[in-house]
């Protein structure tokens, strides 16, 4: 059996910068990954199957396998083996389910890009990156972000990806209210679609400046998704009151992330955050520096 680590993708920060005539959103993101996420293993097998497990599994076991990410994953990288003249075996996947669903984090695009990977290894299939990103790209606009794992910036639809090589790591806690918010509903509820793109990066050899430009970003999608959502401000005082130097929506939500001093300050401002909000999701984790 082989595995691989399918880790929480964090937009630190998140501006929407128009529209496209066939309606996709173009954005411009700052985007790092942690070392907390899901995990999906596979193995050749007789015949195809795909078990769902983990502490977050119960929120999709009573959907059809069949729309699972990973399963559309491996669907997709095998049809694309057999245009090029390959037959590939039937393999025997299973996910470990630990991020919360739908919630701003790339639980699912990371599934997939994950389960993308992990397959080309078990089937010993080397598609180009080119093609393995344009696969990744029929699953979801944030399937490619995923593939590498690495901080980037994110611009067009989520397909053009430029590395950014943070030299340091970002020790966070992610907070979930577990009340979902749709992300049609929190785009279709945006006041303005033409807004200021990223500001000048500074050296991202120091995690203070880093920090400080982040104040100057934004999450053009955290107004309106606090409209829907309320308890997301809830999410955020929370964690600035535990101590928090830096707090934000990630994603469309609904969960959001508190940049803390260090390790052990972040795993304190989760168990506090345990004892104080019982029914939240809440996990302490850092960010994957870039290889």
Known sequence: MRTRDAPAK???ALHVTGRRADGYHLIESFVVFTEFGDRVSARLADHDAFVLEGSEAGALSAEDATGNLV?????????AAGQSGRELPPVDITLDKRLPVASGIGGGSADAAATLRLLCDVWSFKPTPEQL??????LGADVPMCLNGQPLIARGIGEALEPAALGFVLDL????PRI??????V???????????LPALPGLGDRDRFIAWLKGTRNDLEPPARGLVPAIGDCLSALTGAGALFARMSGSGASCFGLFHDADAAQGAANRLRRERTGWFIAATRTVTSS
């Open 180 to 185: 979902g918010v749709s992300t049609p509903a």
């Open 10 to 12: 964090i937009n630190l």
């Open 71 to 79: 399963v559309r994953a491996r669907d997709a990288l095998r049809k």
């Open 187 to 197: 785009f279709g509820a945006l006041e303005s679609r033409e807004n200021a793109r």
């Open 173 to 176: 806690v992610i907070v979930n």
């Open 133 to 138: 990103a344009q696969i990744a790209l029929g």
